[in-house]
């Protein structure tokens, strides 16, 4: 109950602590080897899907500063206004990703530190989804746990949700789906312990 309570609020928590998420977070690019391999698998000008994707810094500013095209979706008014000012030219699109519905195709989507916020039902949802938006070459990248369950971490000393599937059931939704996995490593200790996954849409 407690954890179906948690779940269910995490839009309410970002929003309510974004601008100390913001100062937390930073501007470093911890995850830069994983951003690097996704992009080596885009075209230049890439139209990229970022889902979660807080105030557009650090990973989106990234792909923009390499010459890609961003989308981004994020649920926290806050966080997509501080993505608005930063970067005018892109799109900033305010609401759950859950509920986001396009006919765009984009040539690489990534949801990080996002999609292991979802329940593990939402997240098995999310794959059909990841297929609507690909089109033949599209990247995906997301970042998972390590293993199938729930976890409760922390954000600004308030307890924050995280679920994740087995490594054998994402392996599963993505080949159902149309993706070929390139790469995963769990726990990478080149990027502060993410578990993270790389496919291939074909």
């Not at 699109?93 to 986001?100: G, H, I, N």
Request: a negative charge; aromatic letters at 12%.
């Amino acid at each position: 109950m407690v954890q179906e309570y948690l779940a269910q609020h995490i839009i309410e928590l970002y929003q309510q602590h974004a601008r100390e998420w913001i100062e937390q977070r930073g501007k470093v690019l911890i995850e830069k080897v994983w951003l690097d391999r996704f992009l080596t698998l885009l075209p230049s000008s890439a139209s990229i899907l970022d889902l979660g994707c807080g105030p557009g810094q650090p990973i989106a500013a990234y792909f923009i500063a390499q010459g890609h095209q961003v989308t981004g979706v994020d649920a926290s008014e806050y966080m997509i206004e501080m993505a608005r000012q930063s970067f005018p030219e892109q799109v900033w699109v305010q609401q759950d990703f859950r509920e986001y519905f396009t006919e765009q195709k984009f040539q690489g989507i990534v949801a990080w530190d996002s999609f292991f916020h979802l329940t593990q039902d939402d997240q098995r949802n999310m794959f059909k989804r990841f297929a609507e938006y690909a089109q033949s070459g599209t990247a995906l990248m997301f970042s998972s746990g390590p293993a199938q369950g729930e976890a409760i971490g922390s954000l600004c000393g308030e307890p924050l949700y995280h679920a994740s599937l087995s490594a054998q059931e994402y392996q599963t939704l993505l080949q159902h789906n149309g993706f070929k996995l390139i790469k995963m490593i769990a726990e990478d200790v080149e990027c502060t312990g993410h578990t993270v996954w790389l496919a291939q849409y074909c």
